[in-house]
T-cell receptor, first 117, second 114 residues
Framework: EAGVAQSPRYKIIEKRQSVAFWCNPI?????LYWYQQILGQGPKLLIQ????????DSQLPKDRFSAERLKGVDSTLKIQPAKLEDSAVYLC???????????????FGQGTRLTVV | AQSVTQLDSQVPVFEEAPVELRCNYS??????LFWYVQYPNQGLQLLLK??????LVKGINGFEAEFNKSQTSFHLRKPSVHISDTAEYFC????????????FGTGTRLLVSP
């Protein structure tokens, strides 16, 4: 079974530029999560999708971050414009149900490491 | 709201020695508890989880954790570590009612040396 795929693995951009990350979840997984992991901190949930609908985006900085999951499969996370404090690893995870942390298991991708200079 | 405290940012240990990584949580409701491991340049992998039942939970790679409700702790242990256990370990909690948002601690880096 293929895992969660993310691209690119690394990205370096200048502040005020735009950047987009892509995630392909495990086939058949209805729930998709984007996490931000700043160096020295634990991952923080940015947004959770159930199929192509948003379940929670309370911690997504909506003035600069956006995410979509068209057709309930792949997802993209965009930052526009980027700030220095956006430097982090962006992790995508997926699970077969919305109760992915308890009833089943959520699987993480390798992440995209973003450096804003 | 829930929070997780991992007081040790880094734990150095020699190979074949025992190790304990500490985790304490705060929550106004009952929670489920998890430990995840992150190897360098990898995503997070579930080590073990406590949902209910026996407070001693066994996970992969020889790790185990004990849930202590009175002390609000969920410490991770391994009786004998290997070099390959060098990684970042995250404790996480989720409320057992309502919307399931996983809250992570800041992580503990386990450094195993020969």
């Amino acid at each position: 079974e293929a895992g969660v795929a993310q691209s690119p693995r690394y990205k370096i951009i200048e502040k005020r530029q735009s950047v987009a990350f892509w995630c392909n979840p495990i086939s058949g997984h209805a729930t998709l999560y984007w996490y931000q992991q700043i160096l020295g901190q634990g991952p923080k949930l940015l947004i959770q999708f159930q199929n192509n609908g948003v379940v929670d985006d309370s911690q997504l900085p909506k003035d600069r971050f956006s995410a979509e999951r068209l057709k309930g499969v792949d997802s993209t996370l965009k930052i526009q414009p980027a700030k220095l404090e956006d430097s982090a690893v962006y992790l995508c995870a997926s699970s077969s149900t919305g109760q992915g942390w308890t009833n089943t298991e959520a699987f993480f991708g390798q992440g995209t490491r973003l450096t804003v200079v | 709201a829930q929070s997780v405290t991992q007081l040790d940012s880094q734990v150095p240990v020699f190979e074949e020695a025992p190790v304990e990584l500490r985790c304490n949580y705060s929550s106004s409701v009952s929670v489920y508890l998890f430990w995840y491991v992150q190897y360098p340049n990898q995503g997070l992998q579930l080590l073990l989880k406590y949902l209910s039942g026996s407070t001693l939970v066994k996970g992969i790679n020889g790790f185990e954790a004990e849930f202590n409700k009175s002390q609000t702790s969920f410490h991770l242990r391994k009786p004998s570590v290997h070099i390959s256990d060098t990684a970042e370990y995250f404790c996480a909690v989720i409320p057992n009612t309502g919307f399931q948002k996983l809250v992570f601690g800041t992580g503990t880096r386990l450094l195993v040396s020969p």
